[in-house]
């Protein structure tokens, strides 16, 4: 943990490549969802097909290429698609053969979602001392 203020935490996820998966649930104590930072190497996969009891998943490919599999459809994704998989659909990620895939895992409960954006966000009075 780098910071822990009253209403806020900070803190490194490190080398990725390295460690291959980082959780952010602990590292931030987030409560509304968890998040994971992950990379597999070129050729790797995730070991197991797996399904959720309560949360749907987005992934986020943020660099490289790979294949989904999803209740037994397989597709290719890469840098910038984006994929939402409820909670029962049966699925696996893999790299692709020749190029490593980066990608967020954000984990939220299914039809938990009241307010977003504008709907719960609250412009203030504060200013950093960039906006005048
Ligand atoms: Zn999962």
Redesign the pocket.
């Known amino acids: 943990m780098k910071k822990t203020a009253t209403n806020y935490q900070v803190s490194s996820i490190g080398d990725i490549q390295t460690l291959g998966r980082a959780t952010l649930k602990d590292r931030l104590a987030l409560t509304g969802s968890e998040i994971s930072v992950n990379e597999l190497p070129a050729g790797a996969s995730v070991p197991f097909v797996?399904s959720?009891k309560r949360?749907e998943?987005v992934y986020i490919i943020l660099k490289g290429k790979g294949q989904f599999y999803i209740d037994g459809e397989e597709f290719a994704v890469e840098e910038g698609d984006v994929v939402r998989v409820d909670r029962a659909g049966a699925?696996c990620l893999k790299a692709g053969d020749q190029t490593a895939i980066r990608y967020l895992?954000i984990?939220t409960e299914a039809n938990s979602l009241i307010q977003f954006t504008q709907g719960d966000g609250v412009i203030l009075e504060a200013k950093p001392s960039w906006l005048k």
């Open positions: 797996h959720h949360n998943e699925r895992c984990q």
